[in-house]
Every structure is written in structure tokens, then in C-alpha cells.
């Protein structure tokens, strides 16, 4: 059996293996990136809401950089800085710099570094151990990347400490009900031909569980929602094809002969064809997950001592008069 995190029933599977998943797809990867385009929108819709001007912008799991001109044009006073796990996606990130950057070697030494760096700027590095310093960013966002952590109880700290203070995070993420069509498929298929049940896809966080973790972080208390979207496909194949695309796909049945592989494939195609609506098409389901939450501040020393703000000093005695 698989490992499991401390926090969730999922099977965590190590970062390397996770690096390589989407070094192979970071080729492709714009074919499904219609997705996390769509919801960095969303995300944008609800960032106008809240009024900020951050002077360091991080985005956590930036992949191949498709949110970083949103973030720019958004904040354009702040450099904007991309992390990922993907050495390959950072590559295809670099490609939104250029744009950005390139004019900059026409200007003197000293203009150029008056106006500031405002490009994105590139770190290789897990979610759980991000290479800046405490209190580096006033503004961390990450769009659709936190699922494929296998624990997000380590990561929500992680941002945590590399904001400051009354700093905003807002992130994407995918719910329980994701990718549901295609599990219950392989449920049905493997119950059908004597097969034990196993992992096939990622078992996605509940967003109660998600805001648990964002308080037991250190953030206040957060804003949750979310919503249901369904793609459209004309074949089985075609909807296969698109999950492995996304990553999420990563685990693979070691003990299986390649005869019993191919039997299961095509009884997998079949299940899913048997869920065809009767539009023709075969639907798959996202739970897509919104969140923002400030850090709060801090209410103990790193040594444990009782912080009191100023301001705080006689409003509980001021009540009683």
C-alpha cells in the first residue's frame, strides 16, 4: 500500500515523480489550459472586489506562466514573481517575461533600475518549501495548483510564512466531486473483472477541510466558495486523453500484464461510452474550489510570549463606561 498524508486518505506520491509528470506535459499542456484560463478570470472577478497594492506578488504553481500578464496588468507597480515544481513549464513561463523585459537593455543602467523590476521573476521549488524569506510577498495567489500536493496542511504554512503580515492569499483548487465520471467508470470496471479497487486518479480535498487547514495556519478566517463546471467531450478517448494532459492521471497499475492492461482500457472506454447524454456527448465534472484569507497577526512571540498591540491596549475597559 501506498503512503498516505497525515491530513487526507490520499496516496502521496513524491515530488519527483510529480516533476517528471509535468515535464512531459508541459509540452502539451496548452491544449487543456482553457481550464485554469477560465478560472484565473474568475479569480480576477473576485480579486476587483478587494482593494490592495501589493509590492511583491508571488504565484505559487505558476506552470507554463499563463496567469503572470493577468497579474502584471493587475498590479503593474509590483514585481511578480513565479514558482513551480516543473522545470519544463518554467521554460514555457520564461516566454510571458520576454515581453516584458527585452526594451529594458535600450535603457541606461541607472533608469532601468530607478523604474524597477517589474517583470516575473522564476524559482523552481515545492509548494511546502519555497526558496524566499519570511514575510517576502504581500500577495500570493495560485490557480488550480494546491491539488496536486498530497498535503496541503504543509503548504498553507508554507505561504503563510513567506507573507507578511495582513497579507492576502487567494487560490484555485479542485473539490471531491472532480473528475467523478471517470472514477466511477474504473470502480465499474475493475468490480466487473475480479479486479482489486485502487487509485486511479487524485482523491481531491473537501473545501471544509481546506478552510480547517487556512485557520489552523495562521490565516483569518477565510472566504470559501465554490462551483461546478462540466466539460463536454465526443469521445472517451478524447476525455482520457485531456486528464492525462492535466496531471492528473499519476498512478499506474505496476502489476498488471500488458494483456490485462489493454483488456482494462477497453473496458474503461466502454463504461464511459455508457454514460454518453443524450445530447452525444460524455460529461466530466470539476469542483472547482475558491479561497481567500488574510495572514493574521500574530498573537505569540516565536518564543511563546503574549503579543498586545498598542490599540488594543483599554478597549476591553472602555466598554464598561
Request: proline share 6%.
Amino acid at each position: 500500500m501506498p503512503p498516505t498524508s497525515a491530513k487526507t486518505s490520499r496516496p502521496a506520491y513524491d515530488s519527483r515523480r510529480l516533476r517528471r509528470i509535468f515535464d512531459r506535459r508541459a509540452a502539451t499542456f496548452d491544449e487543456v489550459a482553457f481550464l485554469p484560463r477560465e478560472i484565473a478570470q474568475r479569480m480576477r472577478e473576485r480579486l476587483d472586489f478587494i482593494k490592495m497594492s501589493p509590492a511583491s506578488v508571488l504565484d505559487a504553481g505558476c506552470g507554463a506562466g499563463d496567469d503572470l500578464p493577468l497579474l502584471r496588468e493587475r498590479f503593474p507597480e509590483a514585481p511578480v514573481f513565479g514558482t513551480d515544481l516543473s522545470h519544463a513549464m518554467l521554460r514555457r513561463a520564461l516566454h510571458h517575461d520576454a515581453g516584458d523585459t527585452t526594451w529594458r537593455r535600450f535603457l541606461p543602467a541607472s533608469i532601468s533600475k530607478a523604474l524597477g523590476a517589474r517583470g516575473p521573476r522564476f524559482a523552481q521549488a515545492d509548494f511546502s518549501a519555497l526558496p524566499f524569506a519570511h514575510g517576502a510577498f504581500e500577495f500570493v495567489w495560485s490557480n488550480l495548483a494546491l491539488h496536486w500536493h498530497s498535503r496541503p496542511d504543509l503548504v498553507f504554512p508554507e505561504w503563510q510564512r513567506v507573507l507578511k503580515v495582513n497579507g492576502l492569499l487567494m487560490f484555485s483548487t479542485v473539490g471531491p466531486d472532480t473528475l467523478k465520471e471517470l472514477r466511477g467508470a474504473w470502480a465499474e470496471v475493475e468490480a466487473s473483472h475480479g479486479v482489486s479497487s485502487r487509485a486511479h486518479v487524485i482523491d481531491f480535498v473537501d473545501m471544509h477541510d481546506l478552510g480547517d487547514m487556512l485557520v489552523e495556519s495562521g490565516f483569518e478566517i477565510p472566504v470559501m466558495d465554490q462551483e461546478v463546471l462540466t466539460i463536454t467531450y465526443k469521445s472517451p478517448e478524447s476525455l482520457l486523453e485531456d486528464v492525462r494532459r492535466w496531471g492528473a492521471y499519476p498512478f499506474e497499475r505496476e502489476t498488471a500484464s500488458p494483456g490485462t492492461s489493454r483488456r482494462l482500457h477497453k473496458a474503461l472506454l466502454s463504461a464511459l461510452e455508457a454514460r454518453r447524454r443524450p445530447d452525444g456527448t460524455i460529461a466530466l465534472t470539476f469542483e472547482v474550489i475558491y479561497g481567500h484569507a488574510w495572514k493574521a497577526v500574530p498573537r505569540t512571540t516565536a518564543e511563546g510570549h503574549g503579543i498586545v498591540r498598542i490599540e488594543d491596549i483599554g478597549r476591553g475597559s472602555s466598554k464598561n463606561r
